[in-house]
């Protein structure tokens, strides 16, 4: 279902109301603050990343970590994940796809040595105990 979004003119607060299409052009839910609320148009979620390449750095504007640090552009948002030890999922795409090939050789047959050791460290454990 859409979401249409709101905001007030007063004092700039946002609000979403979920709402069908047709319930929403029979009678639209528009949601009071100071007065009634202005529609926005915001970017669908399947489009964000056009919409995004398309506007270069915008999506950062106002953008806040989870613990209030700005983080509004692109270098510092890089900082910030640098700095606390983060990684985005991107990242990990080589490292991803090489386990993807790994587990598909073991399917095929291949030996899987880790996986032998930790059952002999395993049965090990479960003797000394």
Known sequence: ??????????CG??????????????????PTCHGMMERRISVA??????????????????????DGTPIDSRTKHR????????ALTGDF??????????REAIRAGAPDRERKRDVREAVERAIQT
């Open 13 to 30: 607060k946002d609000d979403a109301v979920i709402q069908s299409i047709s319930s929403y052009s029979r009678e639209p839910i528009r």
């Open 45 to 66: 979620p399947a489009f964000s990343g056009l919409a995004n390449a398309l506007a270069g750095d915008r999506h950062y504007q106002d953008l806040r970590a989870s």
């Open 79 to 86: 900082e910030y994940m640098k700095k606390n030890n983060l």
């Open 93 to 102: 795409k080589n490292e991803w796809s090489q386990a993807a090939k790994e």
């Open 1 to 10: 279902m859409p979401t249409y979004d709101y905001r007030c003119k007063v």
